[in-house]
C-alpha cells in the first residue's frame, strides 16, 4: 500500500516523481546512439532518472514501487557510480537524435571467482516515448557484444513473466529456464511471477 504522505505529494506536486525533460516522442526508423558511460555525472543521472520513473510509472516490475521520488531515483543511479568507473559494471545507453537518453541496461561483470564466465543482464528501461522503435533489441545485442568482448560465455537475466520483455528476449535466442511464482511485486501493488533465463554464447558473441 502506498503511504498518504506519498499519495498527497504525487497529487500535489506530480513533477516531483515525474521527469521534468522526459524525452519527445521517438518517430520510428529513428536513428539512435548505443553508448557505454564511463562515468555517471548529473546530467546522466538525471536523464536516466526519467527513464527510471517512466517506466516504474509504466508499469515494470523492477525493484521499485509507485510513486517513485525523483530524488531516489537518482540516488539509484548514483548509487552504481564505483562500479561503472571501475568497469566491474557496463551501463549501457541509448540516445535519441536529440542526444537524449531514452534506454539503458546493464551488464554486471564483477561475479564470483567460480563464475568469471557468467554475466548478469539487469535494468533493460526504455522510456514509453521510444518504445517499439528497436531501442530494446539493439541494447540487448550491444549487452551480448559487451560480455562477449569480455570474454564470457554465459549470460543470465530475470523478467516478470508474460511481459513484452519475455516476448523479446526469447526472440533474441535466450532460453527459459524456469519461474518462480509470487516473486515480486508490481509497482503499483500485487504480485508478479518472474522467470530466469539464460543465453550460452563463444567468445565472438554467437549462440553456443
Not at 537518453?101 to 522510456?127: E, S
Not at 519461474?179 to 563463444?202: E, M, N, Q
Amino acid at each position: 500500500m502506498l503511504c498518504v504522505s506519498s499519495v498527497l505529494i504525487f497529487l500535489l506536486y506530480p513533477w516531483f516523481f515525474s521527469g521534468a525533460h522526459a524525452p519527445k516522442p521517438m518517430p520510428r526508423n529513428a536513428p539512435m546512439l548505443i553508448t557505454r558511460i564511463q562515468a555517471l555525472d548529473d546530467d546522466i543521472c538525471d536523464q536516466l532518472a526519467d527513464v527510471l520513473i517512466d517506466c516504474i510509472e509504466g508499469g515494470a516490475s523492477v525493484s521499485f514501487m509507485w510513486p517513485l521520488p525523483r530524488e531516489r531515483a537518482i540516488a539509484f543511479w548514483r548509487s552504481l557510480s564505483a562500479e561503472v568507473a571501475s568497469g566491474h559494471r557496463a551501463l549501457l545507453v541509448a540516445r535519441n537524435s536529440g542526444g537524449q537518453i531514452v534506454g539503458t541496461v546493464q551488464v554486471a561483470l564483477a561475479q564470483p571467482d567460480n563464475q568469471q564466465h557468467r554475466v548478469d543482464v539487469a535494468k533493460l528501461l526504455v522510456h514509453r516515448n521510444a518504445r517499439r522503435k528497436g531501442v530494446a533489441r539493439a541494447l540487448m545485442e550491444r549487452a551480448e557484444t559487451v560480455a562477449a568482448d569480455e570474454g564470457k560465455s554465459v549470460l543470465v537475466l530475470d523478467t516478470a513473466t508474460g511481459g513484452e520483455a519475455e516476448i523479446l528476449y526469447l526472440n533474441l535466442g535466450w532460453t527459459a529456464a524456469g519461474v518462480i511464482p509470487g516473486y515480486a511485486l508490481w509497482p503499483k501493488g500485487g504480485l508478479c511471477s518472474t522467470t530466469i533465463l539464460y543465453k550460452l554464447i563463444d567468445s565472438s558473441g554467437e549462440i553456443d
